[in-house]
């Protein structure tokens, strides 16, 4: 319908009012919201520090861990440093805990830094490794985050 003969049915019906909207109590207070998302978001914290722990676990000893790259020596308290998310957890929330969603990889050695560049993760040994992890977790994602993907790592992926 055009605007005009909007127009025209509108003044045929005889110019119906708008229906009031009628204000109705919401079930949840506001405050009952707030508290609601604030209780989530500490839960989302706990739900990693215990997916940081997890990973401690099985890859640290008291002694430390090794580069899953080169194989050098972590010592303990660089465990979280060097446990990388393979898709970051600010972007991809969803698989934030997944327990494939990283790679033990040194600070120290450098090895941890040259994840950031695509074209330099490739070209790692442990690539083949974190490209079956991203494969299985890729699919796992709300259609909302998939847009976070970059061309340049789902071609990547393609080509692995
Ligand atoms: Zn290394």
Request: glycine share 8%; with cysteine.
């Given at each position: 319908?055009?605007?005009l003969e909007q127009r025209r049915k509108f003044i045929e019906d005889g110019r119906p009012l708008k229906e009031k909207k009628k204000?109705?109590?919401p079930k949840k207070s506001a405050k009952r919201i707030e508290k609601e998302k604030s209780s989530?978001?500490?839960?989302?914290k706990e739900n990693l520090e215990m997916w940081f722990k997890d990973i401690q676990m099985k890859h640290f000893t008291e002694f430390g861990g090794s580069c899953m790259e080169c194989g050098s020596h972590i010592p303990l308290k660089y465990a979280r440093h060097s446990t990388a998310h393979l898709l970051p957890k600010k972007l991809f929330k969803s698989v934030a805990c997944h327990p494939l969603n990283f790679?033990?990889?040194?600070?120290g050695c450098?090895?941890?830094?040259?994840?950031?560049?695509v074209d330099k993760f490739v070209g790692m040994k442990i690539w083949p490794e974190a490209?079956?992890?991203?494969?299985?977790?890729i699919p796992l994602l709300p259609?909302?985050?998939l847009k976070y993907l970059s061309?340049?790592?789902m071609t990547a992926l393609e080509n692995t």
């Open positions: 319908m055009t605007y204000y109705s109590i989530s978001v500490v839960k989302e790679l033990v990889l040194g600070a450098g090895c941890h830094a040259l994840t950031d560049r490209a079956k992890r991203l494969k299985t977790i259609f909302d985050e061309g340049q790592l």
